[in-house]
Nanobody, 115 residues
């Protein structure tokens, strides 16, 4: 069994910053890729950023240059540093990890950016 615990969401004014964390625990032998997704009300869940086991990263166009994904393999943790936040970044943010046994999702953390 694998558990993901997210933290760091909240309410912030436009232009502000937040840092999300997602810690994985349980039967983890090796994490391949890790990523952050978000889902705004009435919209589909979308990829925000991903990072591979080799630390290659990719970002959605709307967040490129503002968000940074990183990981700490010793702690089985993935982070998302979000700067210059905009109201359109408001969503529930989910982390996801890919391991040999499949994919696992976090419970989600709300990020609200006020204008």
């Amino acid at each position: 069994q694998v558990q993901l615990v997210e933290s760091g969401g909240g309410l912030v004014q436009a232009g502000g910053s937040l840092r999300l964390s997602c810690a994985a625990s349980g039967s983890i032998f090796s994490i391949h890729s890790m990523g952050w997704y978000r889902q705004a009300p009435g919209k589909q869940r979308e990829l925000v950023a991903g990072i591979t086991s080799g630390d290659s990263t990719n970002y959605a166009v709307p967040v490129k240059g503002r968000f940074t994904i990183s990981r700490n393999n010793a702690k089985n943790t993935v982070y998302l540093q979000m700067n210059s936040l905009k109201p359109e970044d408001t969503a529930v943010y989910y982390c996801k990890i890919d391991v040999i046994t499949g994919q696992y999702w976090g419970q989600g953390t709300q990020v609200t950016v006020s204008s």
